[in-house]
């Protein structure tokens, strides 16, 4: 779930537009193919779903896929409260800071090209970008903006302002983009949270979740190449994958049909208020998707067909994470997490992303063989205790399918920088309202840079 960031009032962490035209089966809810292969799954599947729903998520869709496409699909709850329909096969959602991976394969490709290292600097490609208060782009490479090991502090978090997360500043500021300058600007206005090492930034092993470091990555795309980031992603990934229905929104804060309302309880209310509509930032989480593409494209790239060898393992040498998700043992490599599940001695890579109204949340085996993606439509500011539930429920349905059987798994730990893994509490400086996994919301709306 991306991280939130300064923002005058609410920022909607809505995602994106895009008018694509859907079939006439998708937007009238048509029932899913049937899965020829294994009933048993889906059955499986689908009471992990229904318990999603029973934690207060108005709807949940989740899509299992493997070699030979889908392997089981389920969905639960209504499209929308008032008209009681159901979740439409493959509606479009928001995906959030699941654009990180995305963002990440984009910068690695270039690093396998020879465009840039790894241990390049940001000053060396965006010149005095960033200073100030203290804040060093001499001092972060590369790996530190992908690893989140820059002490960059998370534009989101800089300004936010618990008394803005309201209805009413939500709906004064769900049409209004945000710049990635502006973005940096409000994160540079406070001292860093630390300088990496001077002797071997790269190497720095504190760990700060920041949307400010994607927003970066970004800029740093668009230096290296001299295209836009949208343009970069859709040559390089979006249209080789075949991903028809996944898209950069521009500034635009609509979500093509089939979707469902995007419902969010703000806190101290009781009703839920439709949040479908927002901007949804940029490289750090604005990708409009499906539970199809988003499973193609976590396969392929696990399954090494995105990456060549060597990106691909840097990609998963990680640094040990805490306070980021209710799971142990979770690590942050390049863009993706692994944690340990039980009955794989090889764990399983993640991300996950939260916008306000929806949350996506993923899985991939360490080979690519199998993944699972997730949309539910209901985002809890309202109570910490709500959104743990959900949030629990949802990493339960994501381990019973890809865990291996019963059991603990033999070998949790996973390697430390220098080699691959194997396969929660909140930051006390976020205020009460932001309870829930703040460093993968990403925000919406004008930011405060003061």
């Given at each position: 779930?991306?991280?939130?960031?300064?923002?005058?009032?609410?920022?909607?962490?809505?995602?994106?537009?895009?008018?694509?035209?859907?079939?006439?089966?998708?937007?009238?809810?048509?029932?899913?193919?049937?899965?020829?292969?294994?009933?048993?799954?889906?059955?499986?599947?689908?009471?992990?779903?229904?318990?999603?729903?029973?934690?207060?998520?108005?709807?949940?869709?989740?899509?299992?896929?493997?070699?030979?496409?889908?392997?089981?699909?389920?969905?639960?709850?209504?499209?929308?409260?008032?008209?009681?329909?159901?979740?439409?096969?493959?509606?479009?959602?928001?995906?959030?800071?699941?654009?990180?991976?995305?963002?990440?394969?984009?910068?690695?490709?270039?690093?396998?090209?020879?465009?840039?290292?790894?241990?390049?600097?940001?000053?060396?490609?965006?010149?005095?970008?960033?200073?100030?208060?203290?804040?060093?782009?001499?001092?972060?490479?590369?790996?530190?903006?992908?690893?989140?090991?820059?002490?960059?502090?998370?534009?989101?978090?800089?300004?936010?302002?618990?008394?803005?997360?309201?209805?009413?500043?939500?709906?004064?500021?769900?049409?209004?983009?945000?710049?990635?300058?502006?973005?940096?600007?409000?994160?540079?206005?406070?001292?860093?949270?630390?300088?990496?090492?001077?002797?071997?930034?790269?190497?720095?092993?504190?760990?700060?979740?920041?949307?400010?470091?994607?927003?970066?990555?970004?800029?740093?795309?668009?230096?290296?190449?001299?295209?836009?980031?949208?343009?970069?992603?859709?040559?390089?990934?979006?249209?080789?994958?075949?991903?028809?229905?996944?898209?950069?929104?521009?500034?635009?804060?609509?979500?093509?049909?089939?979707?469902?309302?995007?419902?969010?309880?703000?806190?101290?209310?009781?009703?839920?208020?439709?949040?479908?509509?927002?901007?949804?930032?940029?490289a750090d989480g604005c990708l409009i998707s499906t539970p199809r593409d988003h499973g193609?494209?976590?396969?392929?790239?696990?399954?090494?067909?995105?990456?060549?060898?060597?990106?691909?393992?840097?990609?998963?040498?990680?640094?040990?994470?805490?306070?980021?998700?209710?799971?142990?043992?979770?690590?942050?490599?390049?863009?993706?997490?692994?944690?340990?599940?039980?009955?794989?001695?090889?764990?399983?890579?993640?991300?996950?992303?939260?916008?306000?109204?929806?949350?996506?949340?993923?899985?991939?085996?360490?080979?690519?063989?199998?993944?699972?993606?997730?949309?539910?439509?209901?985002?809890?500011?309202?109570?910490?205790?709500?959104?743990?539930?959900?949030?629990?429920?949802?990493?339960?349905?994501?381990?019973?399918?890809?865990?291996?059987?019963?059991?603990?798994?033999?070998?949790?730990?996973?390697?430390?920088?220098?080699?691959?893994?194997?396969?929660?509490?909140?930051?006390?400086?976020?205020?009460?309202?932001?309870?829930?996994?703040?460093?993968?919301?990403?925000?919406?709306?004008?930011?405060?840079?003061?």
């Amino acid at each position: 779930m991306a991280g939130m960031t300064g923002v005058t009032g609410m920022t909607a962490i809505s995602r994106r537009t895009g008018l694509a035209v859907a079939t006439a089966a998708l937007l009238t809810g048509a029932a899913a193919p049937a899965s020829a292969a294994a009933p048993r799954r889906e059955r499986a599947l689908q009471r992990h779903v229904d318990a999603i729903v029973a934690t207060g998520v108005s709807g949940v869709l989740a899509e299992v896929r493997g070699p030979r496409g889908r392997w089981a699909a389920a969905r639960a709850g209504v499209a929308d409260l008032a008209a009681k329909a159901p979740v439409p096969w493959n509606a479009y959602y928001r995906i959030g800071s699941d654009t990180k991976t995305f963002t990440a394969v984009v910068v690695l490709q270039l690093v396998g090209e020879g465009r840039l290292k790894l241990t390049d600097t940001v000053e060396r490609w965006l010149p005095g970008a960033i200073r100030g208060h203290g804040n060093d782009g001499r001092r972060i490479t590369v790996t530190n903006l992908l690893r989140q090991t820059s002490g960059l502090n998370d534009y989101f978090a800089v300004g936010a302002d618990p008394a803005d997360l309201t209805p009413e500043a939500y709906r004064r500021n769900r049409f209004r983009p945000q710049s990635p300058e502006e973005q940096l600007k409000a994160a540079l206005s406070r001292p860093p949270l630390w300088l990496p090492d001077a002797d071997d930034p790269a190497g720095e092993r504190r760990w700060g979740y920041s949307n400010t470091n994607y927003v970066v990555a970004g800029l740093l795309i668009e230096a290296v190449t001299g295209h836009p980031w949208a343009q970069e992603l859709h040559e390089r990934i979006i249209e080789p994958l075949g991903l028809r229905d996944t898209f950069t929104p521009g500034t635009s804060s609509y979500v093509p049909r089939p979707t469902a309302t995007g419902y969010t309880y703000f806190p101290n209310g009781t009703r839920p208020v439709d949040t479908t509509l927002g901007f949804g930032g940029g490289a750090d989480g604005c990708l409009i998707s499906t539970p199809r593409d988003h499973g193609v494209f976590l396969r392929a790239l696990l399954g090494g067909r995105v990456l060549r060898p060597a990106q691909l393992a840097a990609m998963r040498q990680t640094v040990p994470v805490q306070d980021w998700i209710p799971a142990e043992g979770v690590r942050y490599g390049l863009g993706i997490a692994w944690r340990p599940v039980a009955g794989r001695r090889d764990g399983i890579w993640f991300h996950g992303g939260t916008s306000l109204g929806c949350v996506s949340e993923c899985g991939v085996t360490p080979d690519g063989t199998t993944a699972v993606t997730s949309a539910a439509f209901t985002l809890r500011l309202d109570s910490p205790e709500q959104n743990e539930r959900q949030a629990r429920a949802t990493l339960r349905m994501v381990d019973a399918v890809l865990g291996g059987g019963a059991g603990a798994a033999a070998s949790l730990g996973g390697r430390d920088l220098g080699g691959e893994a194997p396969g929660g509490r909140l930051p006390a400086s976020w205020p009460p309202a932001f309870a829930v996994r703040p460093g993968r919301l990403v925000a919406v709306g004008a930011v405060r840079s003061g």
